[in-house]
């Protein structure tokens, strides 16, 4: 699938069959995923990677604690707090490393491991896989971050549901651009990126980067 293509067909699709992603289909979705620039070199991205029991380890953690934040919740919520991690064969987790010297900013964090996360949806999609980038109270749950290891200041800004899809792709209709682009920033806004943009005059080197694998926690 060529780039462009890949792009403007993927999709948001939560509907997945529950059959295994075998672990070589994710190491190259991790492999894509570290592919994304990022300020420094810091290599910001940390990925929990659950399959198996391990989703149900979740369900008890998000269960538990929904339990705690509502005593008198019915069976029946607790039990759909329980299957959320059921959704899908594989989660991603992604999380964001606190910066470690001052010249390193965190929304410059957050930004390359926000590219790794779309760099890993267009690779599920190029391998025929359904992914939906989550995250809702469960990504900021300081016991699912204690869970998957990470610690209560740090941002998981995604939890990715990856499976075979069960339904057919629908049409891709996404609003355009235009309006989208003018000029002038308040204050407050962050400016994450000057892109600097034209065609190149040398030869493109070899590119060569570190894997995930020191990034990655895999919990089955
Ligand atoms: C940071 C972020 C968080 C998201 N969290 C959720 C979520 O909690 N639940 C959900 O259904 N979709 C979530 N999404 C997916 C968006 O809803 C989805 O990308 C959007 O509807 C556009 O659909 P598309 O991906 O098919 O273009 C999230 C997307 C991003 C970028």
Redesign the pocket.
């Known amino acids: 699938m060529d780039t462009f293509d890949a792009i403007f067909t ?3 699709i ?1 509907d997945v069959k529950p059959d295994a992603v075998p672990v070589d289909v994710i190491e190259k979705l991790l492999s894509a995923a570290v592919q994304a620039p990022n300020h420094y070199k810091v290599r910001p991205w940390r990925f929990v990677v659950l399959t198996g029991a391990a989703r149900e380890r979740l369900g008890d953690v998000v269960a538990h604690s929904f339990a705690e934040k509502f005593p008198d919740a019915p069976a029946a919520a607790l039990d759909k707090e329980r299957s959320k991690p059921l959704r899908a064969p594989l989660l991603v987790a992604v999380g964001v490393d606190k910066p470690s010297e001052p010249k390193v900013l965190e929304i410059e964090n957050i930004c390359a491991a ?1 590219a790794a996360v779309e760099n890993l949806l267009l690779a599920a999609h190029a391998l025929g896989l359904a992914a ?5 109270e469960d990504a900021r749950n300081p016991r699912v971050k204690e869970f998957l290891g990470f610690a209560p200041e740090q941002h998981v ?2 939890l990715v549901y990856i499976g075979y899809p069960a339904v057919e792709a629908g049409m ?1 209709n ?1 609003p355009g651009y235009e309006d989208r682009e003018f000029l002038g920033f308040a204050p407050e806004q962050h400016v994450i990126a000057l892109v600097y943009i034209g065609y190149p005059i040398a030869e493109a080197g070899a590119v060569n980067r570190p894997g995930y694998e020191d990034r990655t926690g895999w919990v089955e």
Do not use: L, N, P, Y
């Not at 939906?132 to 809702?136: A, N, Q, Y």
């Open positions: 993927r999709q948001s939560g926000a939906k980038w989550r995250t809702g800004i995604a891709v996404r």
